[in-house]
């Protein structure tokens, strides 16, 4: 996953590039905005987190030259300013989300994640071991044998499939549930389990992380 860190603060970009490396993410610094433009311009990245207060040229102009060149890619603000004016002026510049410090690691690479899965579309179909999921009609089915899933299992089975070989956070379930119910998360985990039998997968959990997807050793 390759992510562009455009920020000016040296101790907080570092701080962040360690942060990110150890979620797995090779990151690309800029210390202002003119190298910003340049790599997103000429380089291919998976997603980037733009300060606005950046020197040389500001994140906001960044922002607008960037998606006016045709980079669609998922772009983060980061930044101090928390104003409302602040915030649709980012929105309206390109941006796909904003997030305003000081703030939490795990919510940063939470929304992250949920930019990378909306940036990248979806294969309608997708099979693993004996397990086959149709995006498309919402349905899934083990070795042939329809899987009668609710909403909220549905929701979850398709996000640790997507996310499958990366942890996925509690956080992230109930981002994508839109709801906050994060006490319910074991309920649905141990229902998917039990429902899961049979298709050579299994879910297990992380401790202190959240719950990967993962094929049977048989």
């Given at each position: 996953m390759n992510l562009l860190l455009a920020e000016d603060d040296v101790l907080l970009a570092d701080a962040l590039q360690q942060q990110l490396l150890n979620a797995s993410f090779r990151v690309e610094w800029a210390e202002n905005g003119a190298v910003a433009e340049y790599l997103?311009?000429?380089q291919d990245f998976d997603v980037a987190i733009l300060d606005l207060g950046l020197p040389l040229v500001d994140?906001?102009?960044?922002?607008?030259?960037?998606?006016?060149?045709g980079r669609t890619l998922p772009i983060l603000v980061l930044t101090a300013l928390d104003a409302l004016e602040h915030r649709v002026a980012g929105l309206q510049a390109g941006a796909d989300d904003y997030l305003t410090k000081p703030f939490d690691f795990p919510e940063l690479e939470a929304r992250l994640h949920a930019l990378m899965r909306r940036g990248r579309p979806a294969s309608q179909a997708q099979q693993l071991r004996r397990l086959s999921l149709d995006r498309a009609a919402r349905r899934a089915s083990i070795g042939g044998e329809p899987l009668e899933l609710s909403p909220r299992e549905w929701t979850l089975l398709d996000l640790l499939l997507s996310e499958r070989d990366r942890v996925v956070s509690k956080q992230q379930i109930v981002d994508a549930w839109g709801a906050d119910e994060g006490g319910s998360i074991e309920v649905y985990i141990h229902r998917l389990r039990k429902k899961l039998?049979?298709?050579?997968l299994a879910v297990r959990t992380v401790r202190g992380l959240g719950y990967l997807l993962e094929a049977n050793a048989s």
């Open positions: 997103l311009r000429k994140g906001l102009t960044v922002l607008k030259r960037v998606r006016e060149a039998e049979g298709s050579g």
